[in-house]
Structures are given as C-alpha cells and as structure tokens.
C-alpha cells in the first residue's frame, strides 16, 4: 500500500488549491495520513495568500481517494508566481503499521490574477 499525491498549478481566484490524496490499492483496514500546509513564497500570515491547513485523511475500507482542500486569499494585489507545500506524514492502517508515502512534499503554485 502506497499513498500518493501530485504538484498543482492554481488561479489565485480559484478559491481554494485541491489536492487529492490517493492510495494505491483500495485497503482492506481503515488508513490515517495525517498533512499540513507549511510555508513557502506564499505566506499564511497576514496579509494572506492561503489559509494554514492541517488535520487527518481517513481511508475507509474500500476508499482509494481523499482530498485536502486549502482556502486561498485571492487579493487586489500584484504579486509574482509564488507556492507552498503540502506535507503528507504519518500514514498508518488500523494496526498501527506504517504505510509508505511515495511523495510526502507537494507543491502548489499560485498563479496571481491581477494586472
């Protein structure tokens, strides 16, 4: 079992950066992957470019997908390309056991909309 995630361009007026988590087999015991949003160019301090976003993705059995969905601040001011990651850590299943993450750092890229 492998959990897995992929980099993601956004419009500063989408609204919000979606990631979606995946496994690689539909599992056969609840898993747990715990994520956050630290830093990068984009800051979650004020002024904002996207809200600081943490918790826990619950794989039911059977469920191969999960999405972290982060707010973003879409501002009246000119700013160049900037990003922040996603972290994907401490996959577990039921037991307790580790499951493995292909990709634990994603990168979002906020592309401003303002001229």
Same mark, same amino acid.
């Given at each position: 079992?492998?959990?897995? @995630? !992929?980099?993601? #361009?956004?419009?500063?007026?989408?609204?919000?950066?979606?990631? &979606?988590?995946? /496994?690689?087999?539909? =599992?056969? +015991?609840?898993?747990?992957? *715990?994520?956050?949003?630290?830093?990068? +160019? =984009?800051?979650?301090?004020?002024? =904002?470019?996207?809200?600081?976003?943490?918790?826990?993705?619950?794989? @039911?059995?059977?469920?191969? &997908?999960? &999405?972290?969905?982060?707010?973003?601040?879409?501002? #009246?001011?000119?700013?160049?390309?900037?990003?922040?990651? /996603?972290? /994907? !850590?401490?996959?577990?299943? =039921? +037991?307790?056991?580790?499951? *493995?993450? @292909?990709?634990? *750092?994603?990168?979002?890229? #906020? #592309?401003?909309?303002?001229?």
């Amino acid at each position: 079992m492998i959990v897995s @995630a !992929h980099n993601l #361009i956004v419009s500063e007026s989408d609204g919000y950066a979606e990631f &979606t988590v995946r /496994l690689s087999a539909p =599992a056969s +015991s609840p898993i747990t992957v *715990k994520y956050n949003t630290p830093g990068g +160019s =984009a800051s979650y301090y004020s002024p =904002a470019d996207y809200v600081n976003t943490y918790g826990t993705l619950t794989f @039911a059995v059977g469920t191969t &997908t999960q &999405t972290v969905r982060v707010p973003l601040n879409d501002d #009246i001011t000119v700013e160049d390309t900037e990003s922040f990651y /996603l972290e /994907l !850590h401490t996959a577990r299943d =039921a +037991s307790g056991n580790v499951v *493995k993450i @292909a990709n634990n *750092k994603l990168i979002a890229t #906020i #592309i401003d909309n303002d001229t």
